[in-house]
């Protein structure tokens, strides 16, 4: 029986992106078990699928400098893997990767594109190449040590079924109806160019509540957004709900799994979402689909954004930056409120 440990420590999208390939794998060779090795928080992506167990590595306090990957490194090897997977390609991951070689163990790192991304993310673009989804790149290592498969298109992420009753004391206590629409909105990343102005959520709010009762739960985290969030609940008070902060992750799950819509940018709850299947509406500016990152098996109509027609310099970064090109960031000011309301109308007929 094959066993297979995979490394990957971040970002929180990245790691949850294994999933769909993690579940794929355990399903089409059902003698094969495999082992993730990512932080501790990130586990319970994982915990619902089947011949899968996680080993948590604090590489922050437990494993960090040398001394700890190399405790690292032994303990994946008393787990006898017949191959480790680094899809990270991280400083840290090659460090643990080569004090697993010198242990005997043998490991396999994907490709993670580098090239191809930063000529397609260059100023100046001589060619204008869609690369391969990060899933597809995660998939091919598997094929690469003779495991290849399939992936469905099916729910890849599981939040349980059984109601959690913080999820119904926080839904009661928000007075959130069924007979509202419930819209999630998850307007933050790490970076500028992905974020669409977030002042525009309230104009936003009060065109889509011209037409019919909807409840707005946000999404994210930090005391910024947090406090960001707060200035919504004051405007709308009656149709705002504040996630954030309120349930641990595997509620939030329960809950962006009942939405009817989720409205997000280029950030790990949009990837949390696709993969729950949930109807989707991402608003994309700096970055783009193109690199790898869209919502996985998600059709383009899904995205919001200005089309390459109109500004060609798109996208001018894999992962986001502070900086643009033009100095305006119109890839984001340029799409309205308006633009944003119609495309939820549309979604939701």
């Given at each position: 029986m094959p066993h297979l440990v995979v490394l990957r420590f971040s970002a929180m999208g990245d790691v949850v992106l294994l999933t769909p390939v993690v579940k794929a794998f355990t399903q089409h060779y059902p003698d094969a078990k495999i082992t993730i090795v990512t932080r501790p928080k990130f586990t319970v992506f994982f915990n619902n699928l089947e011949r899968v167990q996680c080993l948590p590595a604090d590489v922050d306090k437990t494993y960090t400098g040398f001394s700890g990957l190399w405790k690292l490194a032994q303990e994946i090897k008393k787990l006898n893997p017949d191959f480790v997977l680094d899809v990270h390609d991280h400083l840290r991951t090659r460090m643990l990767s080569f004090f697993l070689r010198l242990s005997g163990v043998s490991v396999v790192r994907f490709n993670k594109g580098r090239k191809e991304k930063k000529l397609l993310t260059q100023k100046d673009k001589n060619n204008f190449v869609p690369l391969l989804h990060t899933v597809e790149r995660y998939q091919q290592v598997f094929s690469q040590i003779g495991f290849p498969f399939e992936i469905k298109k099916e729910k890849h992420l599981s939040a349980s079924s059984i109601p959690d009753q913080l999820v119904e004391d926080f839904l009661q206590k928000e007075k959130a109806s069924k007979q509202e629409t419930w819209i999630g909105v998850a307007p933050f990343a790490m970076h500028a160019s992905k974020i669409?102005?977030?002042?525009?959520?309230?104009?936003?709010?009060?065109?889509?509540?011209?037409?019919?009762?909807y409840r707005f739960f946000l999404f994210g985290g930090g005391a910024k957004e947090v406090a960001f969030f707060e200035t919504l609940k004051e405007a709308f008070p009656a149709n705002v709900s504040i996630v954030a902060g309120q349930l641990k992750l595997t509620q939030e799950l329960q809950l962006m799994q009942q939405l009817?819509?989720?409205?997000?940018?280029?950030?790990?709850n949009m990837h949390l979402a696709s993969l729950l299947q949930v109807p989707l509406l991402s608003i994309w500016g700096g970055t783009h689909t193109a690199t790898g990152f869209g919502p996985f098996q998600y059709p383009q109509d899904a995205i919001i954004e200005i089309d390459r027609t109109t500004l060609p310099c798109r996208p001018c970064s894999v992962f986001g930056k502070e900086k643009c090109y033009r100095g305006d960031f119109a890839c984001l000011n340029l799409i309205t409120p308006q633009m944003v309301a119609d495309r939820i109308t549309s979604a939701l007929r």
């Open positions: 669409w102005p977030v002042h525009v959520y309230f104009q936003l709010f009060s065109i889509l509540l011209k037409e019919k009762p009817q819509l989720m409205l997000c940018v280029d950030s790990s």
